[in-house]
């Protein structure tokens, strides 16, 4: 008995955990497969089963595929730009620097700050008399001004730039912590064999950061297909920025909880796909010398 005494700690923990997140994701599911919406929300009788509908629906849907296109876009390449950046700020400032540590705090703030806020400033910023516009104007280039956000070509890059500015400086983080755990006796063995700054970057310090990569490239993949509170602040889905969290929401808004519903378990197939495949890959990857 003392063996699985530990285990009765765990035992509420468990049974909320199921009560609460288990048992709702799993009949919320199950409506995918349903015809359950706002005309029979109360009557069960009426809610019948349609097996993969909503699905065949869906993917014939231009709408649709133009959210899957934009989400898949939106993950793609702000996961690129926010590690990408992430990884350059933390070399530069893994360094001993007077203000090391206040430009850390700096480039850490946006990760901390609510969507919502960002996303107004962001607004204030591109709006038609915002303060991009008013610059333009003041260097005799109003000729370039635009409602950013209102036009296809612009609006999405707009909102690709307020999620990379939010998160970069989280990424920093995690790659500053693992830069911490690399050795300098590595660096000072290269140095006496005459390796250069650059072939030290190739051979020692991004093999070993290899695990923080993996942790920035994974939680960036999911924050970006899961995508919803950006668009929705700045555009609410509009000029070409729609995407599946958004095309959720307005279905589940209409009343059409089964085909929401589909279309959340569709968005949970692509996240544990895509994280699967890019975790396996990337942890293969990983080097411990």
């Known amino acids: 008995m003392k063996r699985y005494y530990p285990y009765s700690f765990t035992y509420f923990?468990?049974?909320?955990?199921?009560?609460?997140?288990?048992?709702?994701?799993?009949?919320?599911?199950?409506?995918?497969?349903?015809?359950?919406?706002?005309?029979?929300?109360?009557?069960?009788?009426?809610?019948?089963?349609?097996?993969?509908?909503h699905f065949r629906y869906l993917f014939s849907d231009s709408d649709f595929n133009q959210a899957l296109t934009n989400t898949f876009?939106?993950?793609?390449?702000?996961?690129?730009?926010?590690?990408?950046?992430?990884?350059?700020?933390?070399?530069?400032?893994?360094?001993?620097?007077?203000?090391r540590q206040f430009l850390r705090?700096?480039?850490y703030i946006p990760a901390v700050l609510s969507v919502t806020v960002v996303g107004l400033l962001f607004s204030a910023i591109f709006s038609?008399?915002?303060?991009f516009n008013r610059l333009l104007q003041d260097l005799g280039m109003g000729r370039y001004a635009l409602n950013w956000l209102g036009d296809n070509r612009t609006a999405m890059s707009i909102v690709m730039s307020l999620e990379v500015w939010k998160?970069?400086?989280f990424c920093m983080m995690i790659f500053l912590a693992g830069l911490q755990t690399i050795s300098r006796d590595y660096y000072e063995a290269s140095s006496i064999d005459g390796a250069s700054r650059l072939q030290q970057f190739r051979r020692i310090t991004f093999p070993l950061l290899m695990p923080a990569i993996t942790i920035n490239m994974t939680l960036n993949l999911i924050g970006g297909f899961k995508v919803f509170d950006q668009v929705y602040v700045l555009t609410n889905g509009r000029s070409g920025t729609e995407v599946l969290n958004t095309q959720v929401y307005r279905a589940f808004s209409n009343g059409l909880y089964g085909r929401s519903s589909a279309m959340?378990?569709?968005?949970?197939?692509?996240?544990?796909?895509?994280?699967?495949?890019?975790?396996?890959?990337?942890?293969?990857?990983e080097v411990d010398y």
């Open 13 to 53: 923990t468990v049974l909320f955990y199921g009560l609460f997140f288990i048992v709702p994701s799993v009949v919320g599911l199950s409506f995918a497969f349903t015809n359950w919406g706002s005309e029979n929300l109360t009557d069960w009788a009426a809610v019948k089963f349609v097996g993969l509908d």
């Open 73 to 99: 876009a939106f993950a793609a390449v702000t996961t690129f730009l926010k590690v990408f950046l992430g990884l350059l700020l933390a070399l530069g400032l893994n360094r001993k620097l007077i203000t």
């Open 105 to 107: 705090a700096v480039y």
């Open 128 to 131: 038609m008399d915002g303060i």
């Open 167 to 169: 998160w970069s400086g």
């Open 264 to 285: 959340g378990l569709i968005l949970f197939g692509i996240i544990a796909i895509v994280t699967l495949v890019v975790t396996s890959y990337l942890k293969r990857k």
